[in-house]
């Protein structure tokens, strides 16, 4: 028995591989008559390290997301998917991910790049995909390939 999914939420950081990640999410989605939820999630964290926080660095990321979702809303539209929900977050992507958005939108598969993290910095800071795909309660799929199933550059140099 084929599993439906009915809520499909991908998470875009602006990547390469997070962008073959929704345009595969936009098959799964047309496949399935799914609502699509496209989120970015603002890691407020990063501006931290700016000795002078000024709110306008992180109004200016949410204007650069919100540029990115718009012209994604379109791609999806013009490949026949009509129920599209865009999401602009704070906080961890991490958690904001998994506790957050599954549960307030009862996501049933997650659609997520591949990072382009090393093994040091997988073991120091931890990659979003790899803990999205353990503490998730729902189907995770992290995209490896292109929409014609040919691996992304960045897994080319990794085999």
């Known amino acids: 028995m084929l599993k439906e999914y009915k809520n499909i939420l991908v998470a875009v950081d602006g ?36 000795s002078s926080f000024d709110e306008s660095l992180a109004e200016e990321a ?4 919100k540029e990115t979702l718009d012209s994604y809303v379109d791609y999806a539209r013009e490949h026949g998917i009509e129920d599209i929900h865009c999401l602009i977050e704070y906080g961890a992507p991490k958690t904001v991910i998994t506790k ?42 992290i995209v490896r390939t292109d929409i014609n199933n040919k691996l992304l550059e960045k897994e080319k140099k990794k085999k």
Do not use: P, W
């Open 100 to 141: 957050q958005l599954q549960k307030d939108y009862r996501i049933d598969l997650i659609m997520l790049g591949a990072t382009g993290l090393n093994a040091m910095e997988r073991i120091l800071i931890g990659s979003v995909s790899s803990y999205v795909s353990r503490h998730a309660n729902c189907d995770v799929l």
């Open 62 to 65: 949410a204007k650069v997301a």
């Open 15 to 50: 990547s390469k591989e997070s962008e073959q990640a929704f345009k595969k999410a936009v098959q799964v989605a047309k496949r399935n008559d799914s609502v699509l939820y496209i989120a970015h999630v603002i890691d407020i964290r990063a501006f931290e390290s700016v």
